[in-house]
């Protein structure tokens, strides 16, 4: 009796497990920034959630596949972006709006 050394080329390979310490890293920032929000201000917590979408769309980008778990929901490229111009449009709502707005 033989052992097979490989799979057959039909039979699908497990997973790599994905690590769940992105999002909680991404949801401890959240916390902080919410807090942040009532202790410094709005413009500021604001400005500090736009770093964040910002740092995720980096590790999204630099992540191997299948990509972090929670900030993983499409295709590489689209995640990247919607990510990046989020985070770029909510930094420049942040500048922008005037003090008495937020």
Do not use: K
């Not at 690590?19 to 929000?37: D, P, Q, T, Y």
């Amino acid at each position: 009796m033989t052992v097979p050394t490989s799979a057959p080329a039909d039979v699908p390979l497990p997973a790599q497990p994905r690590s769940h310490a992105v999002m909680w890293v991404a949801l401890l920032a959240m916390v902080l920034i919410v807090a942040a929000s009532f202790l410094v201000g709005a413009r500021p917590a604001s400005l500090m959630f736009a770093a964040e979408l910002g740092v995720l769309a980096f590790v999204r980008a630099v992540a191997p596949r299948p990509g972090p778990y929670g900030i993983s929901a499409r295709s590489r490229g689209f995640d990247v972006a919607f990510l990046a111009v989020t985070g770029l449009v909510m930094a420049t709502f942040a500048i922008t709006a005037p003090a008495a707005a937020i």
